[in-house]
């Protein structure tokens, strides 16, 4: 495996691990010592992309990654994460059992896998992806994001209290019922006898 730092055509791997539909690979240079990582993956069978204007094009993995390292540019997004990224729409694409598919089909996997990752790219993603005619567009696209943001984090805050804690002031407000109905139907009952009695 060439070195992409000093073209040294040997190296050696530290790590591998499974990556979705192939191995991820964690190599060292035997040259000058960099890092790199590959991945391996069975060649699968033609997936072609249907454009906007009809034509037929061979899925790109690279145009795929290109187009998404721009939406993150100075975003911090690793490019580890783009390659996860990818992988995971692939080998969604490759699942599907289409041996055609549409490119707003996987534009629309890449946004929803950008507002979840970073609302920067995710919304530069969307301004490219979506052609839009004017910075209101832009807003509003903005704004729909910060209002499923605001909605996903509150549903996804963490508990006022632990589960324990819960139990306890349940067990607390049982307690306290039980009490105040002793202590209602004893006053009753005393009204009774006293009303009785006269």
């Known amino acids: 495996m060439r070195c992409p730092y000093c073209g040294y055509e040997d190296s050696r791997v530290i790590d591998s691990r499974d990556a979705g539909e192939g191995i991820r ?3 060292q240079c035997l040259e000058c010592g960099s890092r790199f990582t590959t991945y391996e993956r069975a060649q699968a069978t033609t997936l072609l992309v249907i454009k906007k204007d009809g034509r037929r094009e061979e899925f790109s993995r690279e145009k795929l990654i290109a187009g998404i390292r721009k939406a993150c540019a100075k975003r911090p997004v690793s490019h580890e994460t783009i390659e996860e990224l990818v992988d995971d729409i692939e080998a969604e694409l490759h699942k599907s059992g289409r041996g055609e598919v549409a490119t707003s089909t996987i534009g629309d996997m890449v946004m929803e896998r950008l507002r979840q990752l970073d609302g920067v790219a995710y919304i530069r993603f969307a301004s490219v992806y979506r052609a839009f005619a004017d910075i209101e567009e832009v807003r509003e696209e903005a704004d729909a994001y910060a209002r499923l943001k605001l909605l996903h984090d509150s549903t996804t805050q963490l508990p006022l209290f632990s589960n324990s804690e ?3 002031v349940a067990s607390e407000a049982v307690n306290r019922r039980a ?3 002793g202590r ?3 006053e009753r009952k005393k009204q009774a006898r006293t009303s009785s009695s006269q």
Do not use: A, F
């Open 166 to 168: 819960l139990k306890t």
């Open 184 to 186: 209602e139907e004893n």
């Open 25 to 27: 690979r964690r190599r």
């Open 179 to 181: 009490s105040n109905h």
